[in-house]
T-cell receptor
Framework: EAQVTQNPRYLITVTGKKLTVTCSQNMNHEYMSWYRQDPGLGLRQIYYSMNVEVTDKGDVPEGYKVSRKEKRNFPLILESPSPNQTSLYFC????????????FGPGTRLLVL | AQSVAQPEDQVNVAEGNPLTVKCTYSVSGNPYLFWYVQYPNRGLQFLLKYITGDNLVKGSYGFEAEFNKSQTSFHLKKPSALVSDSALYFCAVRPDIGTGGFKTIFGAGTRLFVKA
């Protein structure tokens, strides 16, 4: 089954404790992206990657890091989480081409205390 | 700055009535336009998109959207609403490569409530 998976689905952590949210897709997609969803703000793009070793900032990259060492994986790293990073996070992937449909993972709900 | 506006936080319609969820955008060039739907505790699912050609685009579950270049709008419509259409709807825009690379800009979302 074609899918985007994220782990963990739920995470409670404390300020300053490094964490990684994994994202994996099995569709051989070149493009992958991370978004955060906050009430009243919709989805905002954090980082995206157009292929292995190619990443770029979205609209809200501060406090986040990403890497793309393999085509299927695109982890999101919070090196020193803060309460304002409490949010619902989505990973998405698509084929190359700005017109391509993005496929979304189920989401990771993060609470930073 | 590039932006997408969904002017209504919530739209309420009765089952069987037509529905419209509005979206306008401010993006340079010729962007690609998308509608996604989010059901409770789920990720986003693709509904439809406009790339080029016919201004009326048909998508999943009986939804359609009308692209209006002069008004920079891409409103989502359905002739007859179902209770099961109740969900959160997002309009999204991707600028063409020359003006925005592969960034995606989402609207804030519109919650559709269909009453039986």
């Amino acid at each position: 089954e074609a899918q985007v998976t994220q782990n963990p689905r739920y995470l409670i952590t404390v300020t300053g404790k490094k964490l990684t949210v994994t994202c994996s897709q099995n569709m051989n997609h070149e493009y992958m992206s991370w978004y955060r969803q906050d009430p009243g703000l919709g989805l905002r793009q954090i980082y995206y990657s157009m292929n292995v070793e190619v990443t770029d900032k979205g609209d809200v990259p501060e406090g986040y890091k990403v890497s793309r060492k393999e085509k299927r994986n695109f982890p999101l790293i919070l090196e020193s989480p803060s309460p304002n990073q409490t949010s619902l996070y989505f990973c998405a992937s698509s084929s190359q081409g700005a017109w391509e449909t993005q496929y979304f993972g189920p989401g990771t709900r993060l609470l930073v205390l | 700055a590039q932006s997408v506006a969904q002017p209504e936080d919530q739209v309420n319609v009765a089952e069987g009535n037509p529905l419209t969820v509005k979206c306008t955008y401010s993006v340079s060039g010729n962007p690609y336009l998308f509608w996604y739907v989010q059901y409770p505790n789920r990720g986003l699912q693709f509904l439809l998109k406009y790339i080029t050609g016919d201004n009326l685009v048909k998508g999943s579950y009986g939804f359609e959207a009308e692209f209006n270049k002069s008004q920079t709008s891409f409103h989502l419509k359905k002739p007859s609403a179902l209770v099961s259409d109740s969900a959160l709807y997002f309009c999204a825009v991707r600028p063409d490569i020359g003006t925005g690379g592969f960034k995606t800009i989402f609207g804030a979302g519109t919650r559709l409530f269909v009453k039986a």
